[in-house]
């Protein structure tokens, strides 16, 4: 499957063809379509979903819950997107706004969908086991649950982004300068050559291509050898004496020098630290924004409110929850 002929669930394109996505994310190719079919779906999943909250309580609560299920996700992204686009911005990432919201709401689908797929179970204790207090908590599992894994999508987007170069340019800059180096430099008719191990500690290092490697001769002189230019590219990890493959080019080096390892950053780029940092952000955003819209669920003890009065918080009602049960 391909991006160019989408399947017509967003859902089960993002599921079955995860690298489609991210490539028509990283060539900002049809976005605009692509995001708000993700917007619509994600709003009719919640939408159910939220339905089924409501259900508890009565039909007129399962309307608003409903309403204010996808409510919650939408604002919450309102509110934290503009932080995601301005972390990257500062840090010299080059992600447009239409490919930050894609992705976010790649992640935002996913977890609707999830959590919709779960609407059955949830129904199902509801009808035969309606206490209160345990439905409150089983489906705040779900939704947490659910959650996870969309934000699994959202890092693991970020992640070929970062691959491409939109995280961390300058890297990226270097790696692909690195590795433009023709092999063709090197003389095709060179061999393996190898540096004498200086003492009973050296270790096996491969040698990378084009470089030249200093020999000793009996005078005490040096000499350069030429390196192949089809070495593979792994490096050596270990203990002295460990076998290498037949006709494996290796220079010997002081034993303790740490590995050089070629094309990878010696970092992980600060967008990605920051990725995290924003989901934690997104999160405590998130639960409150639920505390101020709630009840989702409806105490059956209480008479109908589209909102409650703004006391307390969420972590303090759930606490209070497992220890009524």
Known sequence: ?????PSPLVIERILRDRAGIWQQVVAER???ALTGRMLASSAIALACYGAVLGAFHSPLMALTSALKLPLLFLVTLAICLPTLYLFNLVFGARLSVRQSLALVMVAI???SMLAVAFAPISLFFLITAPDY???????VAILTLSAL????????????LNDHGLLAPEVATAQVDAQAVPAASTPAAATPAAAPATGQNAEPVAVPAGVALAESTSNGAT???PALAHVPAQWSGQPA???LPPGYPVAQRPWGTPPVRRGEPTQRPASMTLLYIWILLFGFVGTQLAWTLRPFFGDPGQDFAFFRSIDGNFYAEILRTIANL
């Open 223 to 225: 000499t350069t050898a």
């Open 133 to 139: 207090g345990f439905f409150k908590l089983l489906n």
């Open 241 to 243: 004496g460990a076998p």
């Open 149 to 160: 894994v969309g934000l699994r999508f959202l890092t693991g987007g970020m992640q070929v």
């Open 30 to 32: 049809d976005l605009n």
């Open 1 to 5: 499957m391909s991006g160019d002929r």
């Open 109 to 111: 689908t996913v977890t």
